[in-house]
C-alpha cells in the first residue's frame, strides 16, 4: 500500500492570474471609492454650507498638520497607544488565564455562572467614572479601563470556547496514557488557545475604545482628549482628524493581529484538501 | 465448534483464579449495565484469552460498545465485575487500545503529530518513536500524509492515522468498535489483511466489534452473538478456519459459508 497525493487539480496558474488581476483591479476600485467620497465630501460641505457641522477633507488636513506641528500629535498618540497596549496586554492575559480556568474546571465554571452571566450584560462603559475613583485621572485609569474592556472579551470568548471541549476526547487522551499534566498542555491549552485568539482578535479594539473612553472622561492629554477637546471649541476638522487617527491605528493593528494568526494557526487553514488513491 | 450458552454463569468460573488470570487477558463476570431506567447490557460473563482475536456481533443497541468501554475503564458495570490482566478495572486503562468511528485527532497537530502523541504521553525515546511513526504511517497507507492537518483528510484517512496512532505505540490489546464502518469495500479488505498480518507479529488481543459477519469470521479466532437488548452472548463460535488467513480466498470455503449461515440464524431468530 502506497499513498498517492493528488492534490485537488485545478488549472492553478490561469485562475490565479486571473484572480490576481480581479484583485488588482478592486485595489483600484476602492481607492477610486476613496478618492470619490473625499471629492464629494468637499464638494457638498462646501456647497451646503455645512462645514461647521463636517468640515471638508482639506480642512481635516489643515488640521492634522497644525496638530503634527506643534508637536501634539506625537506625545498624544504615544500615550493613547501606551495606554491601549499596557491595558490589552493585562486585559488579554487575565482574560485568558480565567477564561481557561472557568471553562476547564468544569466545578469553578458552575461556580462562577451566575457573576459571569450578570457581568455579560452589564455595559461596561458605566464603571468608567468609578475607575476615576479608584485609579485617579491619570494613565492609570486608562489603562486599568481598557484592560477591564478587553478581559471581558477575551474572558467570555474563552470561557464559552473552552467549555466546549469534546470530552470525548480528553478521556481518550487518559486512555492514550496522558498523564493530568499532558492533558492540560498538550490538550486543554492548545485548545483553548484558539479560542483566547479569536477573543483578542473581537478585543484587541476594545483596548483602544478603553483608552478613549477613559481620556473622554477625565485627561489633560491623548488622542480621545484632544477629540472632546476640539468638540468643546466646535473645532469639527480637528474632531474629524483625531478620528481619521483612530481609524488610522485600528487599521494597523487588525493587519499586525492577522499576521501572527497566519503564522500560529496555520491548522485552521492549511490549504486543499487531499484527495487520495491508494495504490495497490 | 459452538456452544449454546444457555447460563453463561456456568461456562467460566464467576472468580478469576490466578492461573485463569494467567491465560485470559480480559474477563467480564456476570456484568451488566444499565443507564437510568434503561437495562442495556447482561447479565454478560466472557474471557477472552491472551492473544486471542474475539468479534462480537450483535443487533444494535445490544451493548457491544459498552462492553469494550467497561475494559477501557471508561464505563463501570452496573453490577458485576470486569477483570484485566487478573486485575479489576477501576479507571481508564492505558494498555488498551481503542479505535472507534469517532476521530479523535486533534486539529492542531499534523498526522504525523496526532500519530506521535500517545508516545509522547508514554515518554518514548524520540529517535524511536520517529521510526514507530513511520512504520505505523506506511502500515495504513498514509506514506507522504505526514505533513497534512486532519482538515484536509478525508474520513477513511483520518480513520486511518487513527489506526496508524494506536499500532504506533502498540498496546497489548486492541478494542476496535466497528473501525471500518467509513472505509470503502476494497481497503476494508486491505485493511482486515493489515489487521491479520499485525495480529500475527504483536501478538496482541483483539476485541473486535462489527456488525459484519462476513468481517468477523474473516478475522477472528472467536465470534460471540449478542442477544437483544439486554443484550448478552447467546451464541459462542470457534472459527476453525487455517491460518494465516487470505482475506479473500477465505471466502471461498465451504466452512467459511456455514458459519455465516449459522452465525445469521443466531442473529435473526433473536
Ligand atoms: N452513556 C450512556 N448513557 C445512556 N445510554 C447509553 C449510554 N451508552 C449506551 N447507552 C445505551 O445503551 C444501549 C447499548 O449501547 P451500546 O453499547 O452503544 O450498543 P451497541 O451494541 O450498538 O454498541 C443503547 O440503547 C444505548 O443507547
Ligand atoms: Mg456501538
Given at each position: 500500500m502506497s499513498g498517492i497525493i493528488e492534490i485537488r487539480k485545478i488549472p492553478r496558474s490561469r485562475w490565479r492570474r486571473k484572480l490576481s488581476s480581479e484583485r488588482a483591479f478592486d485595489s483600484f476600485l476602492q481607492l477610486a471609492m476613496l478618492t470619490g467620497t473625499l471629492l464629494l465630501w468637499e464638494w457638498l460641505s462646501t456647497a451646503l454650507h455645512a462645514e461647521f457641522w463636517v468640515s471638508r477633507p482639506s480642512s481635516v488636513a489643515q488640521a492634522m498638520l497644525v496638530w503634527a506641528r506643534s508637536g501634539n500629535l506625537a506625545s498624544d498618540l504615544k500615550l493613547t497607544l501606551t495606554e491601549a497596549g499596557i491595558g490589552f496586554l493585562i486585559g488579554s492575559l487575565a482574560g485568558a488565564i480565567v477564561g481557561f480556568l472557568l471553562g476547564w474546571v468544569d466545578r469553578l465554571g458552575r461556580l462562577f455562572e451566575p457573576l459571569v452571566l450578570s457581568l455579560y450584560t452589564l455595559p461596561k462603559v458605566a464603571l468608567a467614572p468609578l475607575f476615576v475613583l479608584w485609579f485617579g485621572i491619570g494613565p492609570l485609569n486608562k489603562i486599568m479601563f481598557s484592560a477591564l474592556l478587553v478581559f471581558f472579551m477575551v474572558f467570555f470568548t474563552t470561557f464559552q470556547g473552552t467549555r466546549q471541549v469534546d470530552r470525548d476526547l480528553v478521556a481518550n487522551a487518559r486512555l492514550l496514557g496522558a498523564s493530568p499534566m499532558s492533558i492540560w498542555f498538550k490538550i486543554a491549552i492548545p485548545f483553548a488557545a484558539v479560542w483566547v485568539f479569536?477573543?483578542?482578535?473581537?478585543?484587541?479594539?476594545?483596548?483602544?475604545?478603553?483608552?478613549?473612553?477613559?481620556?473622554?472622561?477625565?485627561?489633560?492629554?491623548?488622542?480621545g482628549f484632544r477629540i472632546k477637546e476640539a468638540t468643546s471649541f466646535f473645532d469639527t476638522s480637528a474632531v474629524f482628524a483625531g478620528l481619521i487617527v483612530l481609524m488610522a491605528i485600528s487599521m494597523v493593528l487588525l493587519g499586525l493581529l492577522k499576521l501572527i494568526e497566519l503564522r500560529l494557526m496555520r491548522w485552521q487553514n492549511p490549504g486543499d484538501i487531499i484527495t487520495t488513491e491508494i495504490g495497490a | 465448534m459452538s456452544s449454546m450458552v444457555s447460563n453463561p454463569r456456568?461456562?467460566?468460573?464467576?472468580?478469576?483464579?490466578?492461573?485463569?488470570?494467567?491465560?485470559?487477558?480480559?474477563?467480564?463476570?456476570?456484568?451488566?449495565?444499565?443507564?437510568?431506567q434503561l437495562h442495556a447490557m447482561g447479565p454478560t460473563t466472557l474471557s477472552v484469552r491472551r492473544g486471542e482475536f474475539v468479534a462480537i456481533v450483535g443487533p444494535s443497541g445490544c451493548g457491544k460498545s459498552t462492553l469494550l468501554n467497561m475494559v477501557a475503564g471508561t464505563l463501570r458495570p452496573s453490577s458485576g465485575s470486569v477483570h484485566y490482566d487478573g486485575q479489576q478495572v477501576a479507571g481508564p486503562n492505558s494498555d488498551v487500545g481503542y479505535i472507534t468511528q469517532k476521530n479523535y485527532c486533534v486539529p492542531w497537530r499534523t498526522v504525523e503529530g496526532n500519530v506521535r502523541m500517545p508516545m509522547e504521553f508514554r515518554g518514548v525515546a524520540r529517535a524511536e518513536m520517529d521510526e514507530r511513526v513511520k512504520y505505523a504511517l506506511a502500515q495504513v497507507g498514509l506514506t507522504g500524509f505526514e505533513r497534512a492537518y486532519p482538515k484536509q483528510l478525508s474520513g477513511g484517512m483520518l480513520q486511518r492515522v487513527m489506526i496508524a496512532r494506536t499500532l504506533a505505540y502498540g498496546p497489548s490489546v486492541y478494542l476496535m468498535d466497528e473501525p471500518f464502518g467509513s472505509l470503502d469495500a476494497q481497503l476494508r479488505t486491505r485493511m482486515h489483511a493489515k489487521l491479520l498480518e499485525i495480529w500475527q507479529k504483536t501478538q496482541a488481543t483483539f476485541v473486535f466489534v462489527t456488525h459484519d459477519l462476513q468481517e468477523a469470521i474473516t478475522l477472528a479466532d472467536r465470534v460471540v452473538v449478542m442477544s437483544r437488548r439486554p443484550g448478552c452472548p447467546k451464541l459462542v463460535v470457534d472459527i476453525n478456519l487455517p491460518r494465516p488467513r487470505d482475506v479473500v480466498d477465505i471466502q471461498a470455503d465451504p466452512a467459511f459459508g456455514a458459519y455465516v449461515k449459522q452465525l445469521w440464524h443466531a442473529l435473526d431468530v433473536d
Amino acid at each position: 500500500m502506497s499513498g498517492i497525493i493528488e492534490i485537488r487539480k485545478i488549472p492553478r496558474s490561469r485562475w490565479r492570474r486571473k484572480l490576481s488581476s480581479e484583485r488588482a483591479f478592486d485595489s483600484f476600485l476602492q481607492l477610486a471609492m476613496l478618492t470619490g467620497t473625499l471629492l464629494l465630501w468637499e464638494w457638498l460641505s462646501t456647497a451646503l454650507h455645512a462645514e461647521f457641522w463636517v468640515s471638508r477633507p482639506s480642512s481635516v488636513a489643515q488640521a492634522m498638520l497644525v496638530w503634527a506641528r506643534s508637536g501634539n500629535l506625537a506625545s498624544d498618540l504615544k500615550l493613547t497607544l501606551t495606554e491601549a497596549g499596557i491595558g490589552f496586554l493585562i486585559g488579554s492575559l487575565a482574560g485568558a488565564i480565567v477564561g481557561f480556568l472557568l471553562g476547564w474546571v468544569d466545578r469553578l465554571g458552575r461556580l462562577f455562572e451566575p457573576l459571569v452571566l450578570s457581568l455579560y450584560t452589564l455595559p461596561k462603559v458605566a464603571l468608567a467614572p468609578l475607575f476615576v475613583l479608584w485609579f485617579g485621572i491619570g494613565p492609570l485609569n486608562k489603562i486599568m479601563f481598557s484592560a477591564l474592556l478587553v478581559f471581558f472579551m477575551v474572558f467570555f470568548t474563552t470561557f464559552q470556547g473552552t467549555r466546549q471541549v469534546d470530552r470525548d476526547l480528553v478521556a481518550n487522551a487518559r486512555l492514550l496514557g496522558a498523564s493530568p499534566m499532558s492533558i492540560w498542555f498538550k490538550i486543554a491549552i492548545p485548545f483553548a488557545a484558539v479560542w483566547v485568539f479569536t477573543g483578542i482578535r473581537i478585543g484587541l479594539p476594545y483596548a483602544l475604545i478603553g483608552a478613549i473612553v477613559g481620556e473622554f472622561v477625565a485627561a489633560d492629554s491623548g488622542v480621545g482628549f484632544r477629540i472632546k477637546e476640539a468638540t468643546s471649541f466646535f473645532d469639527t476638522s480637528a474632531v474629524f482628524a483625531g478620528l481619521i487617527v483612530l481609524m488610522a491605528i485600528s487599521m494597523v493593528l487588525l493587519g499586525l493581529l492577522k499576521l501572527i494568526e497566519l503564522r500560529l494557526m496555520r491548522w485552521q487553514n492549511p490549504g486543499d484538501i487531499i484527495t487520495t488513491e491508494i495504490g495497490a | 465448534m459452538s456452544s449454546m450458552v444457555s447460563n453463561p454463569r456456568l461456562e467460566v468460573p464467576t472468580t478469576a483464579a490466578p492461573d485463569m488470570a494467567r491465560e485470559n487477558l480480559i474477563h467480564f463476570d456476570a456484568v451488566t449495565a444499565k443507564f437510568g431506567q434503561l437495562h442495556a447490557m447482561g447479565p454478560t460473563t466472557l474471557s477472552v484469552r491472551r492473544g486471542e482475536f474475539v468479534a462480537i456481533v450483535g443487533p444494535s443497541g445490544c451493548g457491544k460498545s459498552t462492553l469494550l468501554n467497561m475494559v477501557a475503564g471508561t464505563l463501570r458495570p452496573s453490577s458485576g465485575s470486569v477483570h484485566y490482566d487478573g486485575q479489576q478495572v477501576a479507571g481508564p486503562n492505558s494498555d488498551v487500545g481503542y479505535i472507534t468511528q469517532k476521530n479523535y485527532c486533534v486539529p492542531w497537530r499534523t498526522v504525523e503529530g496526532n500519530v506521535r502523541m500517545p508516545m509522547e504521553f508514554r515518554g518514548v525515546a524520540r529517535a524511536e518513536m520517529d521510526e514507530r511513526v513511520k512504520y505505523a504511517l506506511a502500515q495504513v497507507g498514509l506514506t507522504g500524509f505526514e505533513r497534512a492537518y486532519p482538515k484536509q483528510l478525508s474520513g477513511g484517512m483520518l480513520q486511518r492515522v487513527m489506526i496508524a496512532r494506536t499500532l504506533a505505540y502498540g498496546p497489548s490489546v486492541y478494542l476496535m468498535d466497528e473501525p471500518f464502518g467509513s472505509l470503502d469495500a476494497q481497503l476494508r479488505t486491505r485493511m482486515h489483511a493489515k489487521l491479520l498480518e499485525i495480529w500475527q507479529k504483536t501478538q496482541a488481543t483483539f476485541v473486535f466489534v462489527t456488525h459484519d459477519l462476513q468481517e468477523a469470521i474473516t478475522l477472528a479466532d472467536r465470534v460471540v452473538v449478542m442477544s437483544r437488548r439486554p443484550g448478552c452472548p447467546k451464541l459462542v463460535v470457534d472459527i476453525n478456519l487455517p491460518r494465516p488467513r487470505d482475506v479473500v480466498d477465505i471466502q471461498a470455503d465451504p466452512a467459511f459459508g456455514a458459519y455465516v449461515k449459522q452465525l445469521w440464524h443466531a442473529l435473526d431468530v433473536d
